[in-house]
């Protein structure tokens, strides 16, 4: 495993990110929506190296016609019996500068095309504008914070004493922020996953998929990973394939390069896998326990929708997973995040956070973003209307539903009894074949 290497070379195939003409018609709302996320964002220098190279586009078409008509000349010449020797030699030289400035359009090109690959979604006219994630504004709440008349103890300490996971053999088998589950442990992970499982596939309509955990750089590309996250990522050695950082990479991508029929939308899609991320602008964060570790399991729900039904596709989403919550009965809440503190590819994100004791507060759980078409742009999955026959983006919506180990420590935390013992949440019993750890 490796770092990626810079920069990354992108073909003519791939698709834009945010939209070049969106951005010539707008460049003023572009610039004001960005500047929501972070100040320090433009599009200026997209927009100048847009107008060079429309220039030398621009110049290289006219060079191309007075080449055509100089051709055309020199045939009728020839026909008379003229010379043509100089006519040719200027016909050379239009061709020499058609193939400078068409270098030079290639270039400007792929430096476009790398701006816009770093260059993260507007986020929408909605969500809450601040600076960061204490701007975030809390939408609901389900359950009230965990209390007991004895001391709650950390689920890091519960979960090593009573050798459900065993931290420093994951260690030793791998490096640190591996773990290792062990007997009613890893039964107890593997039921979450399973009971995620049916529940979005049963009662939410989700079809379950299987993908593969190894994905190669365009899948990567298309939903937002890469460039901009690439030391966030595991790579494999001399290939282009990378450990997925969420099952959101190949089941998004299913569809990179396709046109469905409006029909067949929206495609509601669940998915377990384990994940792997790097963590590399974490350290010191989260270092103790299950919350942020370099290998996880997740059950994810991701959607395609068209435009029109994109916003309320994502408040059912959330609510699919919310729901999961409910069942187990761990405190809760639905966080609308502000523009500073959204994913780079998300317009819209909901954030449920569950309280764990040891924190004294709540941690993230899922992340339920709405992409609008900013990751079909990059995937190029499109749609076909079924009134117009008009060819248009998706809109893909994704979240986890939810993190299996982060829900794991969660029940540890908020189910611990003064005898020490963990009750099992009762519609995981019949998972688990226990009531009790």
Same mark, same amino acid.
């Given at each position: 495993?490796?770092?990626?290497?810079?920069?990354?070379?992108?073909?003519?195939?791939?698709?834009?990110?945010?939209?070049i003409k969106l951005i010539r018609?707008?460049?003023?709302?572009?610039?004001?929506?960005?500047?929501?996320?972070?100040?320090?964002?433009?599009?200026?220098?997209?927009?100048?190296?847009?107008?060079?190279?429309?220039?030398?586009?621009?110049r290289a078409d006219e060079l191309?016609?007075?080449?055509?008509?100089?051709?055309? *000349?020199?045939?009728?010449?020839?026909?008379?019996?003229?010379?043509?020797?100089?006519?040719?030699?200027?016909?050379?030289?239009?061709?020499?500068?058609?193939?400078?400035?068409?270098?030079?359009?290639?270039?400007?090109?792929?430096?476009?095309?790398?701006?816009?690959?770093?260059? =993260?979604?507007?986020?929408?006219?909605?969500?809450?504008?601040?600076?960061?994630?204490?701007? &975030?504004?809390?939408?609901?709440?389900?359950?009230?914070?965990?209390?007991?008349?004895?001391?709650?103890?950390? %689920?890091?300490?519960?979960?090593?004493?009573?050798?459900?996971?065993?931290?420093?053999?994951?260690?030793?088998?791998?490096?640190?922020?591996?773990?290792?589950?062990?007997? *009613?442990?890893?039964?107890?992970?593997?039921?979450?996953?399973?009971?995620?499982?049916?529940?979005?596939?049963?009662? %939410?309509?989700?079809?379950?998929?299987? =993908?593969?955990?190894?994905?190669?750089?365009?899948?990567?590309?298309?939903?937002? $990973?890469?460039?901009?996250?690439?030391?966030?990522?595991?790579?494999?050695?001399?290939?282009?394939?990378?450990?997925?950082?969420?099952?959101?990479?190949?089941?998004?991508?299913?569809?990179?390069?396709?046109?469905?029929?409006?029909?067949?939308?929206?495609?509601?899609?669940?998915?377990?896998?384990?994940?792997?991320?790097?963590?590399?602008?974490?350290?010191?964060?989260?270092?103790?326990?299950?919350?942020?570790? %370099?290998?996880?399991?997740?059950?994810?729900?991701?959607?395609?929708?068209?435009?029109?039904?994109? %916003?309320?596709?994502?408040?059912?989403?959330?609510?699919?997973?919310?729901?999961?919550?409910?069942?187990?009965?761990?405190?809760?809440?639905?966080?609308?995040?502000?523009?500073?503190?959204?994913?780079?590819?998300?317009?819209?994100?909901?954030?449920?956070?569950?309280?764990?004791?040891?924190?004294?507060?709540?941690?993230?759980?899922?992340?339920?973003? &709405?992409?609008?078409?900013? $990751?079909?742009?990059?995937?190029?999955?499109?749609?076909?209307?079924?009134?117009?026959?008009?060819?248009?983006?998706?809109?893909?919506? &994704?979240?986890?539903?939810?993190?299996?180990?982060?829900?794991?420590?969660?029940?540890?935390? &908020?189910?611990? $009894?003064?005898?020490?013992?963990?009750?099992?949440?009762?519609?995981?019993?019949?998972?688990?074949?226990?009531?009790?750890?």
């Amino acid at each position: 495993m490796r770092r990626l290497p810079a920069p990354i070379k992108l073909t003519k195939k791939e698709e834009k990110m945010l939209d070049i003409k969106l951005i010539r018609e707008n460049p003023e709302k572009i610039n004001e929506l960005l500047k929501r996320r972070n100040p320090n964002l433009s599009i200026d220098e997209v927009i100048q190296i847009d107008i060079e190279r429309r220039a030398m586009q621009t110049r290289a078409d006219e060079l191309r016609a007075k080449r055509k008509t100089e051709s055309q *000349k020199i045939g009728e010449l020839k026909k008379q019996g003229e010379n043509t020797d100089e006519i040719q030699e200027d016909v050379r030289k239009i061709g020499d500068e058609i193939k400078i400035l068409e270098e030079k359009e290639v270039e400007f090109d792929q430096q476009q095309r790398n701006l816009l690959l770093n260059i =993260p979604n507007t986020p929408d006219e909605t969500a809450p504008i601040g600076k960061s994630e204490d701007d &975030n504004k809390i939408v609901s709440g389900c359950g009230e914070p965990t209390e007991a008349e004895f001391e709650l103890r950390a %689920h890091w300490d519960i979960v090593e004493e009573k050798g459900l996971v065993d931290f420093e053999r994951g260690v030793k088998l791998s490096q640190s922020r591996f773990i290792l589950y062990r007997g *009613k442990g890893a039964v107890l992970e593997r039921a979450l996953i399973n009971f995620f499982l049916d529940v979005h596939t049963k009662e %939410h309509g989700y079809e379950e998929i299987l =993908p593969p955990v190894l994905v190669n750089s365009a899948a990567m590309i298309g939903t937002g $990973q890469l460039p901009k996250f690439a030391e966030d990522m595991y790579k494999c050695e001399n290939e282009d394939l990378y450990m997925i950082p969420t099952a959101e990479v190949p089941v998004t991508n299913i569809y990179q390069g396709e046109i469905l029929a409006e029909e067949d939308l929206p495609k509601y899609m669940t998915a377990y896998t384990p994940c792997f991320r790097r963590e590399a602008g974490s350290a010191g964060k989260d270092t103790r326990g299950l919350i942020r570790v %370099h290998q996880f399991n997740k059950v994810e729900l991701v959607k395609l929708t068209t435009p029109k039904t994109s %916003h309320d596709e994502h408040i059912k989403l959330t609510k699919n997973a919310e729901k999961v919550l409910e069942l187990l009965e761990l405190p809760y809440r639905r966080v609308e995040l502000c523009t500073a503190d959204m994913g780079f590819s998300a317009n819209k994100c909901f954030d449920l956070e569950v309280y764990m004791p040891s924190y004294n507060g709540y941690k993230e759980i899922s992340s339920c973003s &709405n992409f609008g078409d900013f $990751q079909a742009r990059r995937a190029n999955i499109r749609y076909r209307e079924k009134s117009s026959g008009k060819i248009q983006f998706v809109h893909t919506i &994704n979240g986890s539903g939810v993190a299996v180990g982060r829900a794991f420590a969660a029940i540890i935390e &908020n189910f611990q $009894q003064e005898d020490g013992t963990i009750k099992i949440p009762r519609v995981l019993q019949p998972y688990t074949g226990f009531d009790t750890i």
